[in-house]
T-cell receptor, first 109, second 110 residues
Framework: RKEVEQDPGPFNVPEGATVAFNCTYS??????FFWYRQDCRKEPKLLMS???SGNEDGRFTAQLNRASQYISLLIRDSKLSDSATYLC??????????FGQGTTLQVKP | DAGITQSPRYKITETGRQVTLMCHQT?????MFWYRQDLGHGLRLIYY???????DKGEVPDGYVVSRSKTENFPLTLESATRSQTSVYFC?????????FGPGTRLTVT
């Protein structure tokens, strides 16, 4: 079983749609969680951290369920510029972050 | 400027040549990492370092060598480049919490 698993997609949605990505992780001792965004062949960039209480940043909402070892990212009112690959990232406190393979989002006009 | 930089940004080399990719960060982050990303695939960790003079292997270390004599620099050397090492290489650094990536080096081995 992979340490971090994501549905690779692609998710094809129209502009204005709401889309949700899910991610599961295997190490129950993991301490912190993140979503990164990667545009085609560019460096991954931090989108947001994920807190136990859930957190929101504009159109983006991240949630963490420690009991189920599950992380989610919700994007509301999708824009064309949201098209990218979204990486679920887990810190198992071993020094190295564990990156999922990514979920590809294509927002269509 | 503050941040993390990589050089060169693009490199074409021949099979068998030695190549060194440079990475420099200005945050004094303890941790530094090297990843490779092949077309259509995820990130794979090559090597990482927890501090100056401390390095450790990642998932795919074969054919690569690293050193970290100073906190801010973490060069990656391909001792004898092979075509299978054609990839985009990302360096990253992390302090206590968040990790930041450099812009990447696109390496082609012919």
């Amino acid at each position: 079983r992979k340490e971090v698993e994501q549905d690779p997609g692609p998710f094809n949605v129209p502009e204005g749609a709401t889309v949700a990505f899910n991610c599961t992780y295997s190490n129950s001792a993991s301490q912190s969680f993140f979503w990164y965004r990667q545009d085609c062949r560019k460096e991954p960039k931090l989108l947001m951290s994920v807190y136990s209480s859930g957190n929101e940043d504009g159109r983006f909402t991240a949630q963490l369920n420690r009991a189920s070892q599950y992380i989610s990212l919700l994007i509301r009112d999708s824009k064309l510029s949201d098209s990218a690959t979204y990486l679920c990232v887990v810190n198992p406190a071993t020094g190295k972050l564990i990156f999922g393979q990514g979920t590809t989002l294509q927002v269509k006009p | 400027d503050a941040g993390i930089t990589q050089s060169p940004r693009y490199k074409i080399t021949e099979t068998g040549r030695q190549v060194t990719l440079m990475c420099h960060q200005t945050w004094s982050h303890s941790y530094m990492f090297w990843y490779r990303q092949d077309l259509g695939h995820g990130l794979r960790l090559i090597y990482y370092s927890a501090a100056a003079d401390i390095t450790d292997k990642g998932e795919v270390p074969d054919g690569y060598v690293v050193s970290r004599s100073k906190t801010e620099n973490f060069p990656l050397t391909l001792e004898s480049a092979t075509r299978s090492q054609t990839s985009v290489y990302f360096c990253a650094s992390r302090g206590t919490y968040e990790q930041y990536f450099g812009p990447g080096t696109r390496l082609t081995v012919t």
